[in-house]
């Protein structure tokens, strides 16, 4: 079986890529404990002992705020990793998967944005991101850099769960509704990630599957369907969540502007990404971002 490396393993996306993976290829998972991407010299290890086909990077300095005040471990965990492994993945003939963000773009475009648009992030956490993505397609690997946006899962740090767990204790949340964006389930990116090898979920990877997707090396944006603000998001979030439990009381959604909610990182008051590209080059389409709440908060019970 092909072996796939996969970086972050017990991250949003990279927990659901791993188990998806499990039985359609020989998966070698790492955490942060087992491969710290802030060590160079760890990285370059365990690249030329394991000797992967397929690396996906799913590992990232995510915390957009703190990065403010950290830039130095975000550009060694978002920009340095990144580029060593794609060194390495140059040196090896192995292919590269790796996993951008809609924080890249400022927000100033009315519509949708494609991938040749002009970035131009608004903070730390962007700029490390796009350091990082250049740095890929710089290196001369096979490569597919994913750009996605707001994710969700129904574990770890995100939106959805903290909407909920604030709801615990509050019966009124102010959300800001002037930041536009697709709220991307980790699974439905998950699922996406590994169509990008052929459609049949059951199938084990086999070499032809990689050949073909380094074929299409390149960027490209993968965020579920459609549209929303965060005030949508969380309204839907506590809509559906009644739907399930009729006894459930939610709180009141107060819409608010960015304005109102003062917090260290900058955030683009628009980052639709259009997944045209996507599409076109692998028939891949990830559904409208309601479909992949509703999973989401079925997981939850
Ligand atoms: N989350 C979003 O809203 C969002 C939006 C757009 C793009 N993306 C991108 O999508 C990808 C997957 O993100 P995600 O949502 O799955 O994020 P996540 O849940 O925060 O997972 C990231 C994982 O990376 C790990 N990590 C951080 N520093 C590390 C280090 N020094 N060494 C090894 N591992 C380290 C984290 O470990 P710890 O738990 O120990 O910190 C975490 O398990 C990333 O490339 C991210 O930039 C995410």
Redesign the pocket.
């Known amino acids: 079986m092909i072996r796939v490396l996969v970086?972050?393993a017990?991250?949003?996306?990279?927990s659901d890529v791993a188990r998806l993976l499990e039985g359609r290829a020989e998966v070698a998972a790492f955490?942060?404990a087992s491969?710290?991407?802030?060590d160079p010299d760890a990285i370059v290890r365990c690249m030329r002992e394991l000797r992967p086909r397929v690396i996906v990077n799913?590992?990232?300095?995510?915390a957009v705020d703190r990065a403010e005040s950290e830039p130095d471990i975000a550009h060694a965990?978002n920009a340095r990793a990144p580029r060593i492994l794609a060194e390495e993945s140059r040196r090896a003939g192995a292919l590269l998967v790796h996993?951008?963000?809609?924080y890249v773009f400022d927000g100033t475009k009315a519509g949708p944005y494609v991938e040749t648009d002009g970035t131009a992030p608004l903070g730390v956490y962007g700029a490390t991101?796009l350091e990082g993505e250049r740095a890929v397609a710089a290196s001369g690997c096979d490569h597919v850099i994913l750009r996605?946006?707001?994710?969700y899962a129904p574990r770890?740090?995100?939106f959805m769960l903290t909407m909920l767990r604030l709801a615990e204790t509050r019966d009124e949340l102010r959300v800001v509704d002037d930041q536009r964006g697709a709220p991307t389930s980790?699974l439905a990116l998950a699922r996406a990630t590994l169509e990008l090898f052929g459609a049949d979920a059951a199938r084990p990877l086999g070499a032809d599957d990689v050949a073909c997707v380094a074929s299409r090396s390149g960027l490209y944006h993968a965020t579920a369907g459609g549209e929303t603000t965060w005030y949508g998001f969380a309204s839907e979030i506590f809509r559906e969540r009644q739907a399930r439990v009729p006894s459930y009381r939610p709180p009141q959604v107060i819409p608010i502007a960015t304005r109102d909610y003062p917090t260290p990182a900058r955030r683009p008051a628009n980052s639709v990404l259009s997944n045209e590209r996507l599409g076109a080059a692998f028939g891949v389409r990830i559904p409208a971002w309601r479909e992949g709440l509703r999973e989401a908060l079925s997981a939850l019970g």
């Open positions: 970086t972050g017990v991250g949003q996306v990279g955490d942060r491969l710290d991407l802030a799913a590992g990232a300095y995510t965990v996993y951008s963000t809609d991101k996605t946006s707001w994710v770890g740090r995100n980790s």
